[in-house]
């Protein structure tokens, strides 16, 4: 079970020096709109993925008067991650006190949920956007998954480097479809079968949160079913030579997300669309334990919003029942203090003005 037993930020945004111990289940975190409830966070989130999930700049992360922030924690099981970003030098990420040169091992010790208001963009937004949640999921099931991925995007991008060019060099073409035309089957193989074992838990989980009738989640790999990956790059390369990049393969895979005809962002509310997101997120970590008893972390930012009290104790109670560590923030305390089985640990943080006292 991933649990951040410590945790010291600064100089992210308006969090100058934050040292707290967070209780094993569920903390609290409270204060006015602007006050570095978020941030906190965020900073959980970057130490975890490496970027941040509200800018995609890092100036804009670091303290205004600073030229770095540092962010470390300690796990349970004596694990530390520590991270330094700096305006001028990149960044420097430990585990173990080992210098890492990606966040594969790190993402692994602390696998991350976040639900907050773009959350919905898993409905509404882009297929990249699902493709990071689909692959967060097989990522963590699947060890090969990672080392196929980034060697399918090397090929990709080599691939789209000669479709450029103003002579086509065929020999080189066919070697880098073959190497990608076997990782993309691999990929897709893979996404395959997780979504095969997930879809049923989240028929389970749902229910609890919400009826919605109809609704249909399908996974679409990124080219035709009836072909392999080498027929449909052939049959695309007109095509793709035409746009200079490739547009058939594993990177243009979605998720269907439908009730009945329509898309689900089309038909739900605002809330609906909360409470189909988040039985997504926690069928996911439901999956995540049961292949491999991992529990992980959650960062929910401002869950009362869109969500009346009873909606917001049944989310919390399936989060409950996951017996992970939760981080969840909110500008009034009593709105989710209420949500939680009384014997549950608790930990409670009011921030002000980037200072964070604990209760």
Known sequence: MATICRLDVLRVRNLSGVQIRPADRVNIIFGNNGSGKTSLLEAIYMLGLGRSFRSSKIESVIDTKSDDCVIFAELDAGVSIGLNKSRKQGHLLKLLGERQKSWVDTARHLPLQIINS???????????????????????????????????????????????????????????????????????????????????????????????????????????????????????????????????????????????????????????????????????????????????????????????????????????????QIFITCVDADEIENCWSTDISTGKFHVEHGKIVTL
């Open 118 to 324: 773009d959350s919905f963009s898993l409905l509404e937004g882009s297929p990249k956007i699902r493709r990071k949640f689909l692959d967060w999921g097989v990522f963590h099931v699947e060890h090969e998954f990672a080392l196929a991925w980034r060697k399918a995007n090397k090929c990709l991008a080599q691939r789209n480097l000669l479709l450029k060019q103003k002579r086509l060099d065929k020999t080189q073409l066919e070697a880098w479809d073959t190497e990608f035309s076997q990782l993309g089957t691999q990929i897709d193989e893979q996404r395959k079968v997780y979504m095969e074992t997930f879809l049923p838990i989240l028929n389970d989980a749902l229910p609890r949160l919400i009826e919605i009738p109809d609704l249909k989640i399908t996974y679409e790999r990124g080219w035709d079913a009836d072909a392999t990956l080498a027929q449909a790059l052939a049959v695309s390369l007109d095509r793709d030579i035409r746009y200079g990049a490739t547009q058939t393969g594993p990177h243009r895979a979605d998720l269907s997300i439908k009730i009945g005809r329509n898309a689900a962002a089309d038909v739900l509310s605002r809330g609906q669309q909360k409470l189909l997101v988040s039985a997504m997120k926690i069928a996911q970590s439901q999956l995540l334990y049961k292949l491999t008893e991992e529990k992980g972390v959650y960062l929910i930012d401002d869950l009362p919003s869109e969500l009346d009290n009873e909606n917001r104790v049944l989310i919390c109670k399936l989060l409950e029942e996951l017996g992970c």
